[in-house]
C-alpha cells in the first residue's frame, strides 16, 4: 500500500521565481556597468526572462555562465556563477524549507524519520535544492527518477488501478512502429493509493461576534479520503422562502477571500420553526475521486434538504465587509 501523511505546497512559487531572480540581477549588473536600465523595456523585459530561464538550466551543470546583452548599440556580458544565483535566490529556499517544515510538523515526522527524498519537476535540477535536502535531511536525494516524466508516469499508474490497488488493463497497440501481438505493455506498479485531501473545505459563515465572515473548516486538511464531515448551522427563518447559501471554500486562511471559492450551493425548502432559529446540518463529503458533494438536513424535521449549485458571483467584495452592513 502506499499511504499518504500528508501534501503541502505554495501555489505561488515555482520554476519562474529563480528565473526573476536572475533576470532581476542581470538588468541590474547592466545598469551598474553600462549605465542602460532595461526594467523599463517591456520587450527587453520579456527577452530577459526568455534569457534567464537558459541561464538557470546551464547553472546546474556550471558553475559560471556569461550571458551576452545587446541593447541600445551596446553590445554587453554579464557573468553569474552558481554562488551568485545561490545567493539571490536564498529567500525562495528560505520559503520552501517553511512550507516542508509546515507540513513535517502537520503529520507530525522529523527528518530523522525520513528514509530518503525523491525529487520531481525541472526545477529540482538546481544544484541548491540538492543541497538543501542534504542539509536538512542528512542524506543525498534519491536518484533514478527522471524528474520530468514522473509525475505523468504516476498519473499513468494511478489511471489504471483499482480502489483495492489491482491494475486494469495492459496497454495495447502500435507502439514505435512495433505490431500489436508484441506491444502490449502492462503498467507496474500497481498499489492501494490511500490518499488525504490537499486542501482544507470550509465555508463563509459569520464569527461568533457577529463582526466578520469567517471561513469555517468542516473537512481539515490531509483528512484521509473519502471524508465526511458535518456541521450545525443556525439560519434565522421568515415566514417563507428560507433558503440557505454555502459557498464552499478551499484553503486554511481564516479570511474567506483569501481562499478559493469553489461553488455557491442554495439550499431551500427550510421551514418555518418555533424558535425563528433554525439548525441547519450541513454535510461535507470529498470522494475518493476528489469530487466534493454537499448535502443538508434540517435538524427540527429529519427531513433532507434540497440543494442546487449555482455559478460563484463575479463581485464576492461583501466577503470582506462585515455582516452588520448585510442584513
Known amino acids: 500500500e ?75 556580458s554579464i557573468e553569474i556563477s552558481e554562488d551568485i544565483f545561490e545567493s539571490i535566490s536564498q529567500f525562495l529556499i ?6 516542508t517544515e509546515r507540513l513535517l510538523a502537520s503529520v507530525q515526522v522529523s527528518w530523522p524519520d525520513i528514509d530518503g527524498v525523491i525529487l ?44 483495492k490497488g489491482e491494475a486494469v488493463a495492459s496497454i495495447g497497440g502500435n507502439i514505435l512502429g512495433k505490431s500489436k501481438a508484441s506491444s502490449n505493455i502492462a503498467i507496474q506498479g500497481a498499489k492501494a493509493v490511500n490518499d488525504v485531501t490537499a486542501h482544507s473545505l470550509g465555508m463563509i459563515s459569520i464569527s461568533p461576534d457577529g463582526e466578520e465572515y469567517i471561513n469555517s473548516i468542516i473537512i481539515k486538511k490531509n483528512t484521509k479520503i473519502p471524508a465526511s464531515n458535518t456541521r450545525p448551522f443556525n439560519l434565522r427563518t421568515r415566514a417563507k ?67 442546487k449549485v449555482e455559478p460563484v458571483p463575479e463581485d464576492m467584495g461583501w466577503a470582506n465587509d462585515s455582516p452588520q452592513n448585510n442584513p
Not at 503541502?8 to 533576470?23: N, Q, R, S, T, V
Not at 555562465?65 to 548599440?73: D, F, H, R
Not at 528560505?94 to 512550507?99: H, L, R, S
Not at 543525498?140 to 480502489?163: C, H, Y
Open 94 to 99: 528560505g520559503t520552501t524549507k517553511d512550507v
Open 241 to 307: 422562502d428560507n433558503e440557505l447559501e454555502v459557498y464552499v471554500l478551499q484553503g486554511e486562511y481564516r479570511r474567506p477571500l483569501d481562499n478559493i471559492v469553489i461553488n455557491k450551493y442554495i439550499i431551500s425548502k427550510i421551514e418555518r420553526v418555533s424558535s425563528a432559529n433554525a439548525v441547519i446540518e450541513v454535510t461535507y463529503q470529498y470522494t475518493t475521486n476528489g469530487v466534493i458533494q454537499i448535502s443538508a438536513l434540517q435538524k427540527e424535521t429529519g427531513k433532507e434538504l434540497p440543494v
Open 120 to 163: 520531481v519537476g525541472g526545477s529540482t535540477r538546481m544544484r541548491m535544492i540538492h543541497h538543501y535536502v542534504k542539509e536538512m535531511s542528512g542524506k543525498e536525494p534519491l536518484s533514478g527518477v527522471n524528474v520530468d516524466e514522473a509525475v505523468a508516469l504516476g498519473a499513468a499508474i494511478r489511471a489504471n488501478i483499482t480502489e
Open 2 to 76: 502506499i499511504n499518504i501523511l500528508g501534501s503541502d505546497g505554495d501555489h505561488e512559487l515555482g520554476g519562474k521565481d529563480w528565473d526573476d531572480c536572475i533576470a532581476r540581477y542581470l538588468a541590474s549588473e547592466f545598469q551598474e556597468k553600462y549605465g542602460q536600465d532595461l526594467s523599463e523595456d517591456p520587450e527587453m523585459v520579456a527577452s530577459l526572462l526568455v534569457t534567464a530561464e537558459n541561464v538557470k538550466k546551464q547553472l546546474t551543470s556550471r558553475d559560471i555562465a556569461n550571458v551576452p546583452i545587446t541593447y541600445k548599440g551596446i553590445r554587453g
